[in-house]
């Protein structure tokens, strides 16, 4: 069987891997991947805008199963658009992308089903947005309304603050933005909460904690991740099932009302507020760097559980996972968030020693002359697993510090609340 995975990312590398896994598999091509999917797969320059060339391509090499990793392609339609040429593709459609693509599409479900979120105003204009400022409460988040890659989010602590936020979002910093939301600040810790689904069945798909800032004690600016751990520290049988019942469920429920149904993972980004689950956002596919922190504690074969689901058959599916704590930790060039050199060499990474339950995933990375080079913000995500977070960690550190690269640095405080 061949399959597409579509992304570049370390969530990719790591879905690459745990597809390679299957004996089912004998070629997996990734659209376009980077240094690490290359040693797995068929690396595959295509501009991920044009929906036609990838679909030729796919029709071409008799892909049989395509994947999505990121939410600008689903956002965008991808698994409509392969659909209609009958290419089995897993990922949700357009109108349940939604989820992620719109975050006023989300907060008016949640409204209408009475899921728990932070209370909320839309705006349309500068005007109203700084007269409504004028009388709230600080800290309050603001919000562009549309995709901006995990950044778009201001947490403002005065009014001076916020409006420096709702003008950057109206002046365009992220693209056209016609709406911005301000919303209560909500006070409690954050957990990453996955399932997935076949449009008709979902299954839990494990917990992480991210770490989102990009200093350590969680200061600085928003990134995508810095590093994860698997599973959280906040989950439990009671919380889970309030997760399922208040928050999963009517969402589904909201989605058949509007006609559609979803496919493919959903990352639920949560707030716990004494022990109650309150949706900051959805995510409309798995986590990064979430994805490579849970991927290697499954034990059960990917491509199976991917297949059933675009069967409508995960019922018939048991996903089985190892009973193992799993950390990850992100080695970002310097300057991340902000600007960063490109193309700088990683010595040493080649001469690392992958051991048994270790694994180092690509996300920013390029292969010349049989020589590693960074080209992203976030270069490498370093993973082990153990039977305690603290070994997990020790590990990583190890193979980190072997690799002693100048030109990156990475968050030395990863798991600090699960690491006394
Ligand atoms: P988002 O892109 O919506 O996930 O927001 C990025 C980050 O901002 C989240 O991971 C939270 O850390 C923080 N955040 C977003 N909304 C809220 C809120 N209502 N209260 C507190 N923190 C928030
Ligand atoms: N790690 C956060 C995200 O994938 O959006």
Redesign the pocket.
Known sequence: MKIGIIGSGGREHAICSSLKNSNKINKLFCFPGNAGTEEIAENINIDLNDFESIKNFIINKKIDLVVVGPEQPLVDGLVDYLEKFKIKVFGPNKLASQLEGSKIFTKKLCEKYNIPT?KFGIFQNKKDAKTFLKNSNFPT?I?ADNLAA?KG?Y?CNDEIESNIAVDEIFNGKFGDTKNLLI????KGE?MSFFTIHDGKTFKNFETAQDH?RVLEGDKGK?TGGMGAYSPSRLINEKLKNKIINKIIKPTLKGLNHIGTEYKGFLYT?L?IVNNEPYL??YNVRMGDPECQTILPKLKTSLSDIILACCEKKLNKINIEWLNKKSLCVVLCSKGYPDAYKKNEEIQNLSKIRIEENEFIFHAGTKKKNKKFYAVGGRVLNFVSISDDFSSAKEKVVSKLEKLNWNSGFYRKDIGYKVIK
Not at 183 to 186: G, Y
Request: aromatic residues 6%; hydrophobic residues 45%.
């Open positions: 932070a988040v919000k995990g989010v947490i919303e209560e600040f909500l954050e989102k928003n980004g707030m900051i956002e």
